[in-house]
């Protein structure tokens, strides 16, 4: 292998490990995005509980509305924890890649960002003839 070769290999190899680490960012904004919207509903639901419970004290409201409340939240924590644990997970994840293009794919891509093709029955759990 010429000097050259090898120059483009390692370039190429850096080129792949700043692609894969753009997909990570991509997909970490996301759940960023998913994570800023939850903590919104979080918010409005302690507030709706928070009213309920006025209105239970106040006015002696059903206690129902407190249960629902409170299970809502709970509901609402539950699907918090997943997103945070799906935000460890993304840099775990091994690169998958376009197996006609060999173009490193988005986890939930459906058509190759390079060449088109469908994903869904085209990837790889490593980089297609690296091994
Ligand atoms: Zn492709």
């Not at 070769?5 to 190429?12: E, G, L, Q």
């Not at 059903?62 to 409170?70: A, Q, T």
């Not at 699907?79 to 644990?85: F, G, L, R, S, V």
Request: glycine share 4%; hydrophobic share 35%.
């Amino acid at each position: 292998m010429s000097t050259f070769d090898r120059f483009m290999n390692k370039a190429k190899d850096i080129a792949d490990l700043a692609a894969h680490k753009t997909n990570e960012v991509v997909e970490i904004s996301k759940l960023k995005i998913q994570a800023l919207k939850l903590n919104n509903s979080i918010a409005k639901a302690y507030e709706e509980l928070g009213s309920a419970y006025y209105n239970h004290v106040k006015f002696n409201g059903s206690s129902e509305m407190l249960h629902n409340c409170v299970a809502e939240i709970d509901r609402l924590l539950k699907e918090q924890e997943a997103i945070n644990d799906a935000m460890q997970e993304v840099g775990k994840q091994p690169a998958i890649y376009c197996s006609a293009c060999g173009q490193e794919l988005a986890h939930d891509a459906v058509y190759c960002s390079r060449c088109g093709s469908p994903v869904s029955h085209v990837i790889y759990a490593t980089k297609p003839g690296q091994d």
